[in-house]
């Protein structure tokens, strides 16, 4: 079955660095690529949308300085989160669209294995 | 607007017990497609199934199984015989023909369940 793999699993940073997370399609192309924002026993929050060789779009109340989103290639997206802070600490699972026509409702949703961030 | 409530944060049962979870979604569109995700303690997603909004049939597998009822806007969703590795968090999503791919979750239900 399709494979989406998030990287790093886990991170601790020090306020004010940045981190990158990555979300790549394994064996498929993913023409859209969806970033969420889990807080401790709180539901999963979409934070953007990209699509590929376009840019992101973001969900009302996201800073699109604060979370950078690249979609460079078709089985790869970042997420940036720059100068981050200890209020940015969260679990962030990305999730890929499988190609196959115009994406719509009924498309295939693939989920990574998440990337809890530290931010001390 | 999409919306998904899963009214019960929190569920305790005991190893054997079935236990049902409950889903109630609103949505204007006549098109859509409802999920279950499990999330245990790793974090990561589990897909359990998938339902479009003209299929009501009632799904099974193994001891999961699924009610799909259009009149109350439901989508129920039935452990029988638990076990401790059923312990998670699990999802009721939604998607329509409106929101294209975006998926809207409910807040989760957190299922202990005790040896």
């Known amino acids: 079955g399709a494979v989406v793999s998030q990287h790093p699993s886990r991170v601790i940073c020090k306020s004010g660095t940045s981190v990158k997370i990555e979300c790549r399609s394994l064996?498929?192309?993913?023409?859209?690529m969806f970033w969420y924002r889990q807080f401790p026993k709180q539901s999963l929050m979409l934070m953007a949308t990209?699509?590929?060789?376009?840019?992101?779009?973001?969900e009302q109340g996201v800073e699109k300085d604060k979370f950078l989103i690249n979609h460079a290639s078709l089985t790869l997206s970042t997420l940036t989160v720059t100068s981050a802070h200890p209020e940015d600490s969260s679990f962030y699972i990305c999730?890929?669209?499988?190609?196959?026509?115009?994406?719509?409702?009924?498309?295939?949703?693939?989920f990574g294995n998440g990337t809890r961030l530290t931010v001390t | 607007a999409q919306k998904v409530t899963q009214a019960q944060t929190e569920i305790s049962v005991v190893e054997k017990e079935d236990v049902t979870l409950d889903c109630v979604y609103e949505?204007?569109?006549?098109?859509?497609?409802l999920f279950w995700y499990k999330q245990p303690p790793s974090g990561e997603l589990v897909f359990l199934i998938r339902?479009?909004?003209?299929?009501?049939q009632n799904e099974i597998s193994g001891r999961y199984s699924w009610n799909f009822q259009k009149s109350t806007s439901s989508f129920n969703f039935t452990i029988t015989a638990s076990q401790v590795v059923d312990s998670a968090v699990y999802f009721c999503?939604?998607?329509?023909?409106?929101?294209?791919?975006?998926?809207?979750f409910g807040e989760g239900t957190q299922l202990t369940v005790n040896p």
């Open positions: 064996d498929f192309q993913a023409t859209t």
């Open positions: 949505t204007r569109d006549t098109t859509y497609y």
């Open positions: 999503a939604l998607r329509t023909e409106t929101s294209g791919s975006r998926l809207t």
């Open positions: 339902r479009n909004s003209f299929d009501e």
């Open positions: 999730s890929a669209l499988g190609a196959g026509g115009v994406p719509s409702y009924n498309s295939p949703l693939h």
């Open positions: 990209s699509n590929e060789g376009s840019k992101a779009t973001y």
